[in-house]
Structure formats: C-alpha cells, structure tokens
C-alpha cells in the first residue's frame, strides 16, 4: 500500500507565488490532516477534513486554504507565499476520529525566498 | 482548549543509559487520548502508542515503557538501555473526544552518544 503521499518533496516559492501541495491517501480514511513543521516548535495544525465536503481550520490557518472533493485527496493551497510560510508540511490522515493513530507521508520541504 | 507542553528540548545521554521524556497535557474533556510519535534523522512520523484517559495502566514494549498518571497530567516515555537509533525527535499528541483536532507539542530531540 502506499499509504499517504505528498507531492512535491522540494519546492522553492518567490514572495507572492502561489502554489498547491498534493495530498492523496488509498486507505479509505475520513479524516485527514495538514501540518506544518518549523524548527523547535512541533507540528501546528493547518487545517483538517472529517469527510469529503468537510474541512475546518486548525491553529495556524492563516494563508492557506484547502479542499476535500474527494475522500482520497486533501490539497494545501498557498495563494500568496510568503517567508513565514517557509517550513515543513506533513500531510496525514486516520480512519475514523481522534483516538485513531495518525498515518503521515513524507513530507514537503518549502522555502520561500 | 487543549495543551501539550514537552519542557525538554534537547537531551543528550551516552548509549545504555536510561531516559525518560516528559509530557504534561492540559485538558477539561473526561475522555482523551494521548499519543508518542518518533521522528528519526530520516524524517518520517511514525506511531508509537496510543492511551485513552480510562487506561491508567503503564505499557512497556522492549526498551520502551509509558507512564501515564491523571494525577499530575502526564504521559511520560522511558527509554531503557538507550541505542544511537533511538535518537530522534519525539512528540506527545493529545486528543479529546469531543473534538477532531490532534494537538503536538514541541517535540523533544534525543542525542544518543556512542
């Protein structure tokens, strides 16, 4: 199975780019999750999804946004990338609510210069 | 609101000694469940154990052992006869049943000295 996959692993952004980062997992999973990473300060939830149809903010929403057409994929949009955005991003998801184990992909490393 | 603090940042023992990570939550649901997730050099998540709030009872697997006392909101980790492979970054997650968020903390990066 391939679980959770991100795409792309490497991106570098310009001030004022935009751009989609791809999560897709084949699990069959409700809910689904975005992460950023930044160094020394754990993982901020972005946005989640409880079902397709379905998203809702997390701590740090703030510019990005997302969709949940399908059950499969969860895309993280950035519309204007700025420096703060700079970070790791981890896509996961878990069958069913919060007491499940969470599956994680691999990870997106984004700079923006 | 939900808080996972992990006071410790940065530890370092020598290979084969003990050590134990710390994980104080704040919660006002009765009913939550607390995570450990390991984050190797590699870069990938990866899913250590789960405890839901009724289940106060510690679990060791191998070298790993958790302690989870509601007493004083904590959810400890010990590494027993610590290997440079356990060095990584571990995270204590929390979630509380009357919501679909799963809050980290900070994490904590493990040095294992050879």
């Known amino acids: 199975n391939a679980g959770v996959t991100q795409t792309p692993k490497f991106r570098i952004l310009k001030i004022g780019q935009s751009m989609t980062l791809q999560c897709t997992q084949d699990m069959n999973h409700n809910y689904m999750y975005w992460y950023r990473q930044d160094p020394g300060m754990g993982l901020k939830l972005i946005y989640y999804s409880v079902g397709a149809g379905i998203t809702d903010k997390g701590e740090v929403p703030n510019g990005y946004n997302v969709s949940r057409s399908t059950t499969e994929d969860f895309p993280l949009r950035l519309e204007l990338a700025a420096p703060s955005q700079t970070s790791v991003y981890f896509c996961?998801?878990?069958?069913?609510?919060?007491?499940?184990?969470?599956?994680f992909g691999s990870g997106t490393q984004l700079s923006v210069l | 609101a939900q808080k996972v603090t992990q006071a410790q940042t940065e530890i370092s023992v020598v290979e084969k000694e003990d050590v134990t990570l710390d994980c104080v939550y704040e919660?006002?649901?009765?009913?939550?469940?607390l995570f450990w997730y390991k984050q190797p050099p590699s870069g990938e998540l990866v899913f250590l154990i789960r405890?839901?709030?009724?289940?106060?009872q510690n679990e060791i697997s191998g070298r790993y052992s958790w302690n989870f006392q509601k007493s004083t909101s904590s959810f400890n980790f010990t590494i027993t006869a610590s290997q440079v492979v356990d060095s990584a970054v571990y995270f204590c997650?929390?979630?509380?049943?009357?919501?679909?968020?799963?809050?980290f903390g900070k994490g904590t990066r493990l040095h294992i000295l050879p």
């Open positions: 996961a998801s878990s069958y069913g609510r919060t007491n499940e184990k969470l599956f």
């Open positions: 997650a929390l979630s509380e049943a009357g919501d679909d968020k799963i809050i």
């Open positions: 405890r839901n709030s009724f289940d106060e």
């Open positions: 919660t006002r649901d009765t009913t939550y469940y």
